[in-house]
């Protein structure tokens, strides 16, 4: 596994400008990542060139060694003068949660950093001005219910509170739009958003000591009144607003709920009066396609948006009113992520790029050409791009057509009864993407393939494929699922005795339910913090997150039929349909003592029910022959002192701190063990 990190080279690092200084991240000569910057002394023809010596801003081995903290997120100030650190206390078993300590540090003329305060309990936060921040806390469910604001150099005691979201089912986040005119309140559920907006400008504290606990010390503008089903988001240029949303294209009588799933569309509102009535709308996509993310430039719009299951990128140029598509890389078979794009005042931009056998990489466009004018790329030293197929093919259940993508050595693609490993997850309108994956390598080598089943709850074909595949649709998923093994099978591209599945989360109640209902489609499961107790979880309001799902899941505690629609794929409570199988697979379970997303006993009561069925041998069974449907093994493998995330399974260092190459290499070795 660690070999399949190794590249044939590391490119420069991508130096991102932001006014007067570029920003990047370098390795030194022990490995360790590095935050570093310069200041551009001069733009002039003849001097742009000449940069000032490097500053170190965050080293962090440095800031573990020091301060006791493992780094998380950094970002620097709108006047470049001070640094912040989102960090987790090193050692501490509550690492993987979700709170974490925002270390402030100021930035000195002399070129070191210099620590200045601590703030205890932050979940996210953004910069003010003048010497200011803003920064969310979670409650005791895992929610983020307030808003403060807090001047650099104050105790912590004297934030003001600025929002505060008493509705258990609702999130709040603070951002920033682009130009740094405005700061953002967004209070979200899964289906619903309700959008703030107030002035950078607005010195908070001014408001004076009887203030400080006042839970409206910022006069704050609402945009769009909450609508269900209806969620909006803003950014602001030049005058006016440019607002991503699924609302409906005119306001209706009844505001409880829109009669259906709607698409994302792309609308602009004057900034003096952004309110729904003055709303334009500026470009709208089909219904099988979604608007993934929209950045703005001075003089162009750029949108990311996902075509029949592809990415694929336009350009707005707001000066001749028209729209043109960037070529991508890899034939579209990739993910696509905006990079960091600071600058308003640009005709560049950066994108990165992933695909299943290449590496994650970085190119700049230019948008008055549409052509790549430099790129940041490196190979896996072990693995040749150009001998695999990536290829999407559609699967047909009843009268849907389920994206299936397939990859395999270009060499191993007319051969029979491949080894094949499944993957899925459709949930929360989360596509599960074709991108690189450190622990898939070892597989493609071995001649394995990787299939992704774009199942329905996921947003690869646009909203109503969200909605076809969550609440009392949840079904749909694993029926998709199941006709993608099915045509695995079919066509011989695999057998059961070496079909395996897998499933993150979410994903892995799928691969629950799928494994109750068909079990003799697949010789080897696996399931990481698995998701297979819903009814038991939406039925207590006292579990975290519980309120929050009810938008996902349905509520089990008021409706009948949710709770019916639940109880039909449960995998907790429908693990008797094993009694009737002729054969079950191998399963591994993983499950973390401090995951607070899905609680460990979650898995731990589900892997007992299952042994208790009588159809799994001992975990201490010597001599397994694996080729036999009579050896299936169960394996529960809970590690304590982990909750619920891995870290970036993209990232190049070779140390394994948080267990991710030996997680991924145990999970690979029951496979191989299994299927081989």
């Given at each position: 596994m660690s070999k399949a990190m190794e590249v044939d080279s590391i490119p420069p690092p991508v130096e991102t400008r932001s006014g007067d200084f570029v920003y990047y991240v370098r390795q030194n000569n022990n490995g360790s990542t590095l935050y570093c910057r310069r200041s551009v002394v001069s733009t002039s023809v003849s001097t742009r060139n000449a940069t000032a010596r490097e500053q170190i801003l965050i080293n962090p081995e440095k800031l573990a060694k020091d301060y006791g903290y493992t780094l998380r997120h950094l970002v620097i100030s709108d006047d470049h003068c001070h640094i912040g650190c989102l960090a987790a206390k090193s050692g501490d078993a509550s690492k993987s949660t979700e709170m974490s300590s925002l270390l402030i540090f100021s930035l000195e003329d002399s070129g070191k950093t210099k620590h200045l305060e601590t703030l205890e309990s932050v979940f996210n936060f953004v910069f003010g001005l003048d010497g200011s921040l803003f920064y969310s806390v979670l409650n005791d469910k895992l929610r983020a219910f307030k808003i403060f604001g807090h001047r650099i150099g104050r105790p912590q005691y004297e934030r003001a509170c600025i929002f505060t979201e008493d509705n258990e089912e609702l999130f709040v986040d603070i951002t920033r739009t682009k130009d740094k005119r405005f700061h953002i309140i967004n209070s979200s559920a899964l289906d619903s958003s309700e959008v703030y907006i107030f002035d950078s400008k607005h010195k908070f504290w001014s408001a004076g000591a009887d203030h400080k606990q006042s839970n409206a010390p910022i006069p704050l503008t609402l945009v769009r009144p909450r609508q269900k089903g209806v969620e909006y988001f803003v950014d602001h240029h030049n005058g006016e607003f440019a607002i991503l949303t699924n609302s409906p294209r005119a306001e209706s009588a009844d505001k409880k709920q829109t009669a259906s799933p709607?698409?994302?569309?792309?609308?602009?509102?004057?900034?003096?009066?952004?309110?729904?009535?003055?709303?334009?709308?500026?470009?709208?996509?089909?219904?099988?396609?979604?608007?993934?993310?929209?950045?703005?430039?001075?003089?162009?719009?750029?949108?990311?948006?996902?075509?029949?299951?592809?990415?694929?990128?336009?350009?707005?140029?707001?000066?001749?009113?028209?729209?043109?598509?960037?070529?991508?890389?890899?034939?579209?078979?990739?993910?696509?992520?905006?990079?960091?794009?600071?600058?308003?005042?640009t005709s560049s931009v950066r994108l990165r790029f992933s695909s299943p056998v290449h590496l994650d990489s970085v190119a700049k466009y230019d948008m008055r050409t549409m052509r790549q004018t430099r790129s940041w790329a490196s190979t896996p030293l072990h693995i040749d791009p150009s001998q695999y197929s990536i290829q999407r093919v559609d699967v047909r259940n009843g009268n849907t057509n389920v994206p299936l993508t397939l990859v395999c050595q270009k060499s191993n693609m007319r051969a029979k009864g491949k080894p094949t490993l499944l993957r899925v997850y459709g949930a929360y309108g989360v596509s599960l993407e074709p991108e690189f994956r450190l622990e898939d390598v070892p597989l493609l080598l071995r001649g394995w393939t990787i299939a992704l089943a774009h199942v329905r709850g996921g947003s690869e074909l646009g909203r109503e494929w969200y909605f076809?595949?969550?609440?009392?649709?949840?079904?749909?998923?694993?029926?998709?699922?199941?006709a993608c093994a099915r045509f695995l099978l079919d066509r011989e591209w695999t057998t059961c005795e070496r079909l395996a599945i897998s499933g993150v989360s979410a994903g892995g109640l799928v691969v629950g339910a799928a494994l109750n209902m068909s079990p003799e489609y697949f010789r080897a499961a696996t399931l990481h913090v698995p998701f297979v107790d819903p009814l038991s979880a939406m039925l207590d309001p006292k579990l975290p997150l519980t309120s929050v799902e009810v938008a996902e899941w349905g509520d089990p505690l008021t409706s009948q039929s949710d709770f019916e629609a639940i109880r039909q794929y449960a995998p907790y409570d429908n693990t008797q349909l094993l009694q009737k199988a002729k054969h079950v697979p191998s399963v591994l379970v993983t499950a973390g003592g401090q995951d607070k997303r899905v609680s460990v006993w979650q898995p731990a009561k589900w892997v007992a029910r299952m042994r208790d069925s009588g159809r799994f041998v001992p975990n201490s069974h010597s001599g397994l022959q694996t080729d036999s449907r009579s050896g299936s093994r169960l394996l529960f493998y809970p590690k304590m002192n982990e909750g619920h995330f891995h870290a970036n399974s993209n990232r190049s260092d070779s140390n394994d701190e948080d267990g991710f190459i030996s997680a991924h290499a145990f999970r690979n070795a029951f496979l191989i063990d299994e299927v081989e």
């Open positions: 709607l698409p994302f569309r792309l609308v602009r509102a004057p900034t003096l009066n952004p309110t729904f009535e003055n709303w334009t709308e500026l470009l709208s996509v089909a219904d099988d396609e979604r608007i993934e993310d929209v950045e703005i430039f001075k003089d162009y719009i750029m949108i990311t948006i996902k075509r029949k299951g592809r990415p694929a990128v336009l350009i707005y140029d707001k000066n001749n009113q028209s729209f043109s598509e960037l070529p991508l890389p890899y034939g579209g078979c990739c993910t696509v992520r905006p990079d960091s794009n600071p600058q308003l005042d076809g595949g969550k609440g009392k649709n949840k079904i749909n998923s694993v029926h998709d699922l199941l």
